[in-house]
């Protein structure tokens, strides 16, 4: 059984900077296979950032390219999304995902984490 579990939300001021981590337990995911998305009060889930298949580059929403940096460190199963100068509209729910299959659709996810910006 695959877990996600994510760390390091909270409340910050526009302009500001958030490092959200994401650790894998149980049989772990592929180098391509893991992401963030977001999800914000009444609108739908996004995709934040994630890897691409086969080339492993990294990939970005529009909306935060240039601010935000998706990393990982295979040795500790662990994915972190680095988020710079946060803006009032990055506030959402940020949800750590995986994919069991490369390529494929993300099908677990993480409980998710709060991210306030204020302005």
């Known amino acids: 059984q695959r877990q996600l579990v994510e760390s390091g939300g909270g409340l910050v001021q526009a302009g500001g900077s958030l490092r959200l981590s994401c650790t894998a337990s149980g049989r772990t995911f592929s180098r391509y296979g893991m992401g963030w998305f977001r999800q914000a009060p009444g609108k739908e889930r996004e995709f934040v950032a994630g890897f691409t298949w086969p080339g492993g580059s990294t990939r970005y929403a529009d909306s935060v390219k240039g601010r935000f940096t998706i990393s990982r460190d295979n040795a500790k199963n662990t994915v972190y999304l680095q988020m710079n100068s946060l803006k009032p509209e990055d506030t959402a729910v940020y949800y750590c995902?995986?994919?069991?299959?490369?390529?494929?659709?993300?099908?677990?996810w993480g409980q998710g984490t709060q991210v306030t910006v204020s302005s």
């Open positions: 995902a995986g994919r069991s299959v490369v390529p494929g659709q993300y099908d677990y």
